[in-house]
Structures are given as structure tokens and as C-alpha cells.
């Protein structure tokens, strides 16, 4: 049974940081990539960070490049993501995302999500 994780989440002042973790397990993790999407309430899900499967390889959305870092530990099945200095509109549901691609064939799964809230 595939199980994907997130915790970390809460309600934190402007200028705060939290950290991510998104637990995985009932695939074999060091062969997928890995992402973290978000939502924010009335808004389409957006990518937020991207890590490569051997986590040699990031990507990240303009609006978090330089305070976001999106990080993997292979050993542990386990994806993080450290914000710093989150602002208000980085207030969303925030979703683990696994995704690997084998030929034609596309295998993805995603997380239950976990509510991130930046507010005074």
C-alpha cells in the first residue's frame, strides 16, 4: 500500500519558517522524483519545488526561489521542505507529490496534504 505522508504544517507569523516532511512508503522511493505542490483556497494547485530522484537536481517556482529549499533523504523514504521567510501568500495546502516515468508509463501518487498558514 502506497503511503505518502506530509507533516510539518501549522500557523506561523510573516518572516517565519517551518519545515516539511513527507513520509513515504509501499514504493521504492529512490527511483521516483519528487515534488512539493500547494494550494491556495478559490486557486488551481501549483508546483512549488521539485527534487530529481537521486536529489542531484532542483527546481523551484520564481515566487520561493531563495527562501524555499526542497531536500530528499533516501535512506529514511522521506522528502523535506525547509521555508524561510514565509509571507502571507505562501498560505496554501501544501502536497507531496511522487512521479516516475518508465517508457510510456507513468506512475504517480500524491499525499492527504498538509495546511501551512502565514498570518500575523
Known amino acids: 500500500q502506497v503511503q505518502l505522508v506530509e507533516s510539518g504544517g501549522g500557523l506561523v507569523q510573516p518572516g517565519g519558517s517551518l519545515r516539511l516532511s513527507c513520509a513515504t512508503s509501499g514504493f521504492t522511493f529512490v527511483n521516483y522524483g519528487m515534488s512539493w505542490y500547494r494550494q491556495a483556497p478559490g486557486k488551481e494547485r501549483e508546483l512549488v519545488a521539485g527534487i530529481s530522484s537521486a536529489g542531484s537536481s532542483t527546481n523551484y517556482a520564481d515566487s520561493v526561489k531563495g527562501r524555499f529549499t526542497i531536500s530528499r533523504d533516501n535512506a529514511k523514504n522521506t522528502l523535506y521542505l525547509q521555508m524561510n521567510s514565509l509571507k502571507p501568500e505562501d498560505t496554501a495546502v501544501y502536497f507531496c507529490?511522487?512521479?516516475?516515468?518508465?517508457?510510456?508509463?507513468?506512475?504517480?501518487?500524491w499525499g492527504q496534504g498538509t495546511q501551512v498558514t502565514v498570518s500575523s
Open positions: 507529490n511522487a512521479r516516475r516515468v518508465e517508457f510510456r508509463s507513468v506512475s504517480e501518487y
